[in-house]
Nanobody, 124 residues
C-alpha cells in the first residue's frame, strides 16, 4: 500500500507558474512509476505526465514538467498558467512498470494508487 499526498495547489493568476508536489509514503519509491493527472469540473481525468526512475516515460506536449527526487517526492511544474488549467491535480503511482508504450501511461486505470488531489484555480 502506498499513500500519496499532493500539495502546492492554490489560487494563482494567469501567466504565473506553479509547482505541485507529491509525497509517496513508501520505502520502495524508486520502484514506482509516478504520474500526474488532472480533472476539470464535469470532465474525465486527463493524463499529463509520467516518470519512471530512469526518467520521463511520457508527457503531453506543453507547459508541464515532471521530476522526482531520490527519496519520496515527485513534482509537477506548470508554466504560463491559463484559466483553463483550473481543476484538481492528482498524483498516481504504479509499481514495476517497464517496457510499456505511451497508451499504458496515459490510462488512469493502470495506476493502483492515487492521492486525494490538490486544487488549482487560475484567474484571468
Amino acid at each position: 500500500q502506498v499513500r500519496l499526498v499532493e500539495s502546492g495547489g492554490g489560487s494563482v493568476q494567469a501567466g504565473n507558474s506553479l509547482r505541485l508536489s507529491c509525497t509517496a509514503e513508501t520505502r520502495a519509491f524508486p520502484t514506482y512509476t509516478m504520474a500526474w493527472f488532472r480533472q476539470m469540473p464535469g470532465k474525465e481525468r486527463e493524463f499529463l505526465t509520467a516518470i519512471r526512475w530512469s526518467g520521463v516515460a511520457d508527457s503531453v506536449a506543453g507547459r508541464f514538467t515532471m521530476s522526482r527526487d531520490a527519496k519520496s517526492q515527485t513534482f509537477l511544474q506548470i508554466s504560463n498558467l491559463l484559466p483553463e488549467d483550473t481543476g484538481t491535480y492528482y498524483c498516481a503511482a504504479q509499481k514495476g512498470v517497464a517496457g510499456k508504450g505511451n497508451s499504458y501511461y496515459r490510462d488512469a486505470r493502470n495506476y493502483a494508487y492515487w492521492g486525494q488531489g490538490t486544487q488549482v484555480t487560475v484567474s484571468s
